[in-house]
């Protein structure tokens, strides 16, 4: 089944303790990104993937780190995760990104900082 | 960055009503999507449409994107059909950056 997975899917941490939420997708796409979603703001992308090694920033990139080591995997990472941090996290992935194609979602995770 | 805006926020209807959700941009799009986000949280495709109109059943959708606007039709509406509605886009000249809408909140009354 084509799917994007994501975990965890429920996370409570408190402030400062490093958190890595993985992503993995089976459809080969080459484009994978991770969004939030807060109330009344609709989902923010925060950083996409054109490639491996290949990353950028989108509109709420502060305190988080991604990478692209393989073409299937995208994780984010937290490194010192802070109270407004406390959000619904999703990852997606897309054959060649916003020229064509759907974006499809993982199922999401959603974490809370104490 | 592109200005996406949704209509109405909150819809309230009667099982079997038809509605027609909004979504407004303020730029030229590579790319238009529709997701239904059910109450368990999973955000569902519905619609893949940077122009032209698309039928799935008792959805539909339309999008003028000379207009640069794109509409949600929902016929004989179910409960099931509850959710939050999101249009997302692509810009033309960044097409790998997503902005989302902020959502139409349906609630569908049997």
């Known amino acids: 089944e084509a799917q994007v997975t994501q975990n965890p899917r429920y996370l409570i941490t408190v402030t400062g303790k490093k958190l890595t939420v993985t992503c993995s997708q089976n459809?080969?796409?080459?484009?994978m990104s991770w969004y939030r979603q807060d109330p009344g703001l609709g989902l923010r992308q925060i950083y996409y993937s054109m490639n491996v090694e290949v990353t950028d920033k989108g509109d709420v990139p502060e305190g988080y780190k991604v990478s692209r080591k393989e073409k299937r995997n995208f994780p984010l990472i937290l490194e010192s995760p802070s109270p407004n941090q406390t959000s619904l996290y999703f990852c997606?992935?897309?054959?060649?990104?916003?020229?064509?194609?759907?974006?499809?979602f993982g199922e999401g995770s959603r974490l809370t900082v104490l | 960055g592109i200005q996406v805006e949704q209509s109405p926020p909150d819809l309230i209807l009667q099982e079997g009503a038809n509605s027609t959700l909004r979504c407004n941009f303020s730029?030229?799009?590579?790319?238009l999507q529709w997701f239904h986000q059910n109450p368990w949280g999973q955000l569902i495709n519905l619609f893949y449409?940077?122009?032209g109109t698309k039928q799935n059943g008792r959805l539909s959708a339309t999008t003028v994107a000379t207009e640069r606007y794109s509409l949600l039709y929902i016929s004989s509406s179910q409960t099931t059909d509850s959710g939050v509605y999101f249009c997302a886009v692509a810009i033309r000249y960044n097409f790998n950056k997503f902005y989302f809408g902020s959502g139409t909140k349906l609630n569908v009354k049997p």
């Open positions: 730029d030229s799009v590579n790319n």
């Open positions: 449409i940077p122009s």
């Open positions: 459809m080969n796409h080459e484009y």
């Open positions: 997606a992935s897309s054959i060649l990104g916003g020229s064509t194609g759907e974006l499809f």
